[in-house]
């Protein structure tokens, strides 16, 4: 099924655009890390069948594990983590760029965390994790 690129990149920068606002709603610190907590716990959860070694995301200080599968022209991400920051920072990114198609997703990047303030509260290997996480999806839109 062909889908519409421009379509898709709308509605990630709306989905982006919601977040920031939701985010930036809230007093900075804590607030909104809560926040993103709580988009962890409120993912879909992941299959647990597909919680294998070979879909740990390297560069991750904890265990968070992600699976993409292709439906109606897009992609959908699944994942969890044993950390709770772990597995909200990755439902926040995630959440951005499920079900949408490669070409919107490359286009589309997640950066929110430093306009919301969110990035000076991650550890630097969260940090990290955040990028490998980029790296992930960005290789999978490609494939």
Same mark, same amino acid.
């Given at each position: &099924? =062909? #889908? ?5 990149? !709308?509605?990630?920068?709306? *989905?982006?655009?919601?977040?920031? #606002? ?23 959860? &992941? +299959? !647990? ?5 070979? *879909? ?29 920051? $772990?597995?909200?920072?990755?439902? =926040? ?6 079900? &949408? ?9 997640? +950066?929110?965390?430093? !306009? ?9 290997? #969260? $940090? ?5 996480? #980029? ?6 839109? =490609?494939?």
């Amino acid at each position: &099924m =062909s #889908r519409d690129t421009a379509a898709d990149v !709308e509605e990630i920068q709306a *989905r982006k655009a919601t977040l920031i #606002r939701r985010l930036t709603m809230l007093p900075p610190g804590d607030e909104r890390l809560l926040y993103v907590l709580q988009l962890g716990r409120k993912y879909p959860a &992941m +299959d !647990e069948s597909l919680k294998s070694p070979d *879909r740990l995301l390297p560069g991750c200080i904890s265990q968070l594990w992600i699976h993409t599968e292709s439906a109606d022209g897009g992609l959908v991400f699944q994942m969890d983590a044993d950390a709770s920051i $772990s597995k909200g920072i990755a439902a =926040s990114v995630c959440g951005f760029y499920n079900g &949408m198609c490669p070409a919107a997703i490359l286009a589309v990047e997640p +950066d929110f965390f430093d !306009e919301t303030g969110l990035a000076a509260l991650i550890s630097p290997n #969260r $940090s990290n994790a955040l990028s490998s996480l #980029r790296k992930y999806i960005v290789a999978a839109a =490609s494939a």
